[in-house]
């Protein structure tokens, strides 16, 4: 992440603007034919991923785990799990990556473990020792039941007996990932001693997972019944509004710590995961100022069902450029939710909807993370139920979408078994159409997605307006979507056709205005059928 200097006082963060791709390590490329992905698999693709122009990865985790929740259940923070490899393994990739320019983000997990992991286990071996309050236990009720309604995201109560220690442990999640007690400056010191674990071994950057999931009410309050909806619920959780198992007001606290160890670091950066009915003002709280995360993600567009040019302006005006205000980062699918092409893209025109969705997402103020295989147009796959892998979609049959769909293997080779991902079945099946989408069959055509990407992405890189600049936007109609993008004497317009029929439009004082990027044959001024452009004015 090189540095933009924006002029002679202003030297801009080097995450700031920056374009991340997410790297998923079992579905991105097996090395050694076990039809899991690995991170020697990911360090041979590494030129690849500079070749698109990003300027960080971010490594799901490898660490250690049993699995239950594919390493987001993490029963030792400063190790690899074998069937990814070993440290000397990241450290080569490390290297590489470096050598390529490439940051390296890691994904953190700091809500709960596995209860594999040797904290839980020592905590859970009785009330009083060393590690008895490192993760959430409580009393059972007087009849047995559990300490409180609070509701597993998973499926459940968030509370599982454990007859050891003769108390409840809280989850928020799978019973197999216990909370931890972050209220606790020791369990604070011991998650900030993984921190520097990492920065140590050269690491740039975290990505914080389900943060604020990280603390508890701890008067262990019930959470009040959600109002009624037309959504369906499957699970629990669905019922309750969940103001006290989660999103608690000494949470930023915590988050400073973070930042104040970051820091001691050059360059590093810190992109937290923030999900929930108020994520817009939780993420706004945990990147206020200069002593939390330098950026938030939250789900604006993760599990939308449609794109409109309203969802666009409802998002993007959470984020005004003022005092204090945090910097937001931006994802469109990821491996928690169904890829876009899938959700969005209008039947017979998604060609021209995955361009026009692609020149949108370079254009966007805040970073922007690209998830693999979205430069590819790859779509979401439907997992028969004896192939999920996804523990959520398994206990919750057929009522949600696998989170599987959009994990599966990466296609480099038309031609090749398995995509090229591996030379042996792989964990989760391709998707049926993904191969005719491999790497190579977009390297071979020169107006492919993939090329296009690579465009669109050296744009964005090109002029400060569009990663550093501030953006109004002008017009948000059923299919028109116009935002301004200004910054460091530099002006340009973005205007968007979300529809399938071409579009009259154009600028004010349209004869000082120049073209600089179109897709699907939009023009001066006519935007064609899912037409985009952005210009620059000239005076």
């Known amino acids: 992440m090189n540095k933009i200097i924006v002029s002679d006082k202003d030297v801009t963060p080097s995450w700031k603007g920056a374009t991340i791709y997410q790297i998923y390590p079992r579905s991105f490329a097996d090395s050694n034919g076990d039809g899991i992905g690995d991170l020697n698999g990911i360090t041979s693709k590494l030129d690849y991923v500079a070749s698109l122009g990003v300027d960080a990865i971010w490594i799901s985790p490898f660490f250690t785990s049993p699995m239950k929740d594919f390493g987001y259940d993490v029963a030792d923070y400063r190790d690899v799990d074998p069937i990814f490899g070993t440290l000397a393994d990241f450290d080569a990739l490390v290297e590489k990556a470096h050598d390529l320019n490439l940051r390296v983000m890691l994904d953190l997990v700091f809500a709960h473990t596995s209860d594999l992991h040797a904290w839980f286990s020592e905590s859970r071996s009785s009330t009083d020792n060393e ?64 921190v520097r674990f990492w920065l140590d071994r050269g690491v740039d950057g975290f990505r914080v997972d389900a943060i604020n999931f990280a603390m508890h009410n701890r008067d262990l309050t019930d959470n009040p019944p959600a109002p009624p909806s037309n959504k369906p619920r499957s699970r629990a959780f669905d019922f309750q509004l969940h103001i006290h198992n989660q999103s608690q007001p000494e949470l930023p606290q915590f988050v400073s710590r973070i930042r104040a160890l970051t820091d001691s670091y050059e360059g590093r950066f810190t992109l937290a995961e923030v999900g929930g009915d ?175 990407t690579r465009r669109l992405i050296a744009l964005r890189n090109a002029n400060a307006a569009l990663s550093l600049g501030d953006l109004t936007v002008t017009e948000a109609s059923e299919n028109l979507l116009v935002f301004e993008r200004r910054c460091a004497g530099q002006h340009l317009i973005c205007a968007y056709n979300f529809g399938d029929r071409a579009l009259a439009w154009s600028p004010a004082e349209p004869d000082l205005w120049r073209l600089l990027e179109s897709v699907n044959g939009a023009a001066a001024w006519e935007l064609s059928a899912f037409g985009g452009l952005i210009a620059e004015r000239l005076a």
């Open 278 to 452: 108020t994520d817009g003002e939780e993420m706004k709280a945990l990147t206020a100022g200069e002593t939390h995360f330098n950026s938030a993600y939250g789900f604006n567009f993760l599990h939308a069902d449609v794109l409109t040019p309203a969802l666009v302006r409802e998002a993007l005006e959470i984020w005004p450029d003022t005092p204090g205000m945090g910097w937001p980062s931006w994802a469109l699918s990821n491996h928690d939710a169904p890829r876009w092409l899938s959700r969005w893209a209008p039947e017979g025109f998604e060609a021209e909807f995955a361009r026009m969705v692609m020149l949108l997402f370079v254009a966007l103020r805040g970073n922007i993370i690209l998830w693999q295989g979205e430069e590819l147009g790859l779509t979401q796959v439907e997992i028969p139920f004896d192939k999920l892998q996804d523990p959520e979609a398994i206990a919750n049959w057929p009522l949600i979408q696998s989170r599987d769909g959009a994990r599966t293997p990466m296609p480099w080779q038309q031609s090749a078994p398995f995509g090229g991902f591996s030379s042996v079945e792989t964990w989760l099946p391709l998707g049926d159409d993904h191969a005719a989408r491999a790497v190579d069959v977009h390297e071979s055509e020169p107006a492919s997605l993939l090329n296009i």
């Open 131 to 194: 590690k008895a309050d490192w993760y959430v236990w409580a009393d059972a009720k007087p009849d047995g039941s559990p300490p409180n309604n609070w509701a597993s995201v998973f499926g459940g109560p968030a509370w599982t007996w454990d007859a050891r220690r003769g108390q409840y442990y809280m989850h928020n999640f799978l019973k197999e990932q216990p909370q931890l007690n972050v209220h606790n400056p020791v369990v604070q010191d011991a998650l900030l001693d993984v």
